[in-house]
């Protein structure tokens, strides 16, 4: 099907996930670029491929909307451009998900932070990433840049970190909770079966409220500065505790 005006109503429709309410709402986010596509089709959870016309391209199992380069410049977010988007459903999770070696994110805002530990998360081999309610939005189109596709790949969860950290405590998984006060040297931390590695919030750390709930305090050891970009310790941390 070929589209060419700005007021189409499927392109009105596809605007609006680009805010993430409308994206709650409906269930449903943008990608662009041919290898998130490509991941996202791995996935299972592309609808439909939106393309500049006349562009061949790969996906011709789902439905196809050719447009032109201005409706793709009304929906796409990336600074560089692209001539091809795909909508894809959210996937469905549960407390079921959430497996043995999970990683947590308390108050974690910067999305590219959030994006280099979901990536580094499924490629160390972790289960699962949580995330409180009020860290960045997953389907932030810089958070799924970001993870180059890993976000597709590995249960990514938003709930009440309090609720999840219980649950977990519940199945008998240690919470290990990144803090530079009254905590362990990280090569000093023995690798539980179970565990949940916590990591706070970019400027406040993790939170005192989740800090009480964990079982261990851990820090990494370091010359000169005090602390490390969230992302940094994180992959440090999960590198640390990997199979």
Same mark, same amino acid.
């Given at each position: 099907m070929e589209i060419t005006s700005?007021?189409?109503?499927?392109?009105?429709?596809?605007?609006?996930?680009? $805010?993430?309410?409308?994206?709650?709402?409906?269930?449903?986010?943008?990608? $662009?670029?041919?290898?998130?596509?490509?991941?996202?089709?791995?996935?299972?959870?592309?609808?439909?491929?939106?393309?500049e016309r006349e562009k061949p391209h790969p996906f011709q199992q789902f439905p196809v909307y050719e447009v032109t380069p201005e409706i793709l410049?009304?929906?796409?977010?990336? /600074? !560089?451009?692209?001539?091809?988007?795909?909508?894809?459903?959210?996937?469905?999770?549960?407390?079921?998900?959430?497996?043995?070696?999970?990683? /947590?994110?308390?108050?974690?805002?910067?999305?590219?932070?959030v994006g280099t530990i979901i990536r580094t998360a499924l490629s160390f081999g972790y289960d699962a /990433?949580?995330? !409180?309610?009020?860290s960045c939005d997953i389907y932030n189109e810089k958070v799924i840049r970001s993870t180059q596709g890993a976000l597709f790949h590995i249960p990514v969860i938003r709930g009440d970190v309090h609720a999840m950290l219980m649950e977990?405590?519940?199945?008998?998984?240690?919470?290990?909770?990144?803090?530079?006060h009254n905590a362990s040297a990280l090569r000093e931390v023995a690798v539980p079966e179970a565990f949940a590695l916590v990591f706070g919030n970019e400027g406040k750390?993790? !939170?005192?409220?989740?800090?009480?709930?964990?079982?261990?305090?851990?820090?990494? $050891?370091?010359?000169?500065?005090?602390s490390l970009n969230v992302a940094v310790a994180a992959g440090i941390c999960m590198y640390a505790f990997k199979k």
């Open positions: 700005l007021t189409n109503a499927k392109v009105k429709q596809w605007a609006k996930y680009k $805010e993430k309410k409308y994206r709650e709402k409906e269930r449903r986010f943008l990608i $662009e670029g041919e290898h998130l596509i490509e991941e996202a089709v791995r996935a299972n959870l592309v609808e439909c491929i939106i393309v410049r009304k929906l796409e977010s990336s /600074v !560089s451009g692209t001539w091809i988007m795909a909508v894809c459903h959210m996937p469905q999770y549960s407390e079921a998900d959430y497996g043995q070696r999970v990683i /947590v994110l308390d108050d974690v805002q910067d999305p590219g932070n /990433v949580l995330l !409180s309610a009020h977990l405590k519940q199945r008998g998984s240690r919470i290990l909770a990144t803090s530079l750390g993790v !939170s005192e409220e989740v800090l009480r709930l964990a079982d261990t305090h851990v820090f990494i $050891e370091m010359h000169t500065f005090e």
